[in-house]
């Protein structure tokens, strides 16, 4: 089975501007989470989806926002940058026979001008 | 709310050292713990799982024990390579499939 895809791999832009990431998850998988990586906050949760719809949430802004469509495959929306969003987005998917384990993708690089 | 602190933050050993990783986490009613291995840059590759009912689990030169009550699990690696420097997280599954993740060990071995 393919892995977690995501893309793009890399972003640039500036501040003021939103950006959208995707995300597949491992096909069969339905359950989709975000998160923000930093070097001085670690891995910090965003939101969790499943089966379209929204089950967990963190503690961000509502600059930050996602969805799912009916492939499983998930969004992320981030309005309004600003620096601090610099970061590694990475998004993990689980399901099937191997449902209590996360299997992370590659990540997506943010940088904000 | 749910704390996963990992000591140390960084450890450098020798090629060939059997070393140990410590996780610890401070409320026990937890369904899992994962261990991932983050090489720089990259994403999370999963190595082991230990569901709440289990004691350890083992993958080659890895080993995993959990000890629920006391909030802790330790990741063994034994004869450390160069190909296992990266940053080890902790991550453990609470209520609500709400994961909590440790800020890592930062693993160099030297040749």
């Known amino acids: 089975k393919a892995g977690v895809t995501q893309t793009p791999r890399y972003l640039i832009k500036t501040r003021g501007q939103q950006v959208t990431l995707s995300c597949s998850p491992i096909?069969?998988?339905?359950?989709v989470s975000w998160y923000q990586q930093t070097p001085g906050q670690g891995l910090q949760f965003l939101f969790e989806?499943?089966?379209?719809?929204?089950?967990n949430k963190g503690n961000f802004p509502g600059r930050f926002s996602g969805r799912q469509f009916s492939n499983s495959r998930s969004e992320m929306n981030v309005s309004t940058l600003e620096l601090g969003d610099s970061a590694l987005y990475l998004c993990?998917?689980?399901?099937?026979?191997?449902?209590?384990?996360?299997?992370f993708g590659p990540g997506t690089r943010l940088t904000v001008l | 709310k749910q704390e996963v602190t990992q000591i140390p933050a960084a450890l450098s050993v020798p090629e060939g050292e059997n070393l140990v990783l410590n996780c610890s986490f401070t409320d026990s009613a937890i369904y899992n713990l994962q261990w991932f291995r983050q090489d720089p840059g990259k994403g999370l590759t999963s190595l082991l799982l230990?569901?709440?009912?289990?004691r350890e689990q083992t993958s080659g030169r890895l080993n995993a024990s959990l000890d629920k009550s006391s909030g802790r699990s330790t990741l063994y690696i034994a004869a450390s390579q160069p190909g296992d420097s990266a940053t080890y997280l902790c991550a453990v599954r609470g209520n609500f499939n709400k994961f909590y993740f440790g800020s890592g060990t930062k693993l160099n071995v030297k040749p």
């Open positions: 993990a998917s689980s399901g099937g026979d191997r449902a209590h384990e996360q299997f």
């Open positions: 230990i569901q709440s009912s289990q």
């Open positions: 989806y499943f089966s379209e719809t929204q089950r």
């Open positions: 096909s069969g998988h339905r359950s």
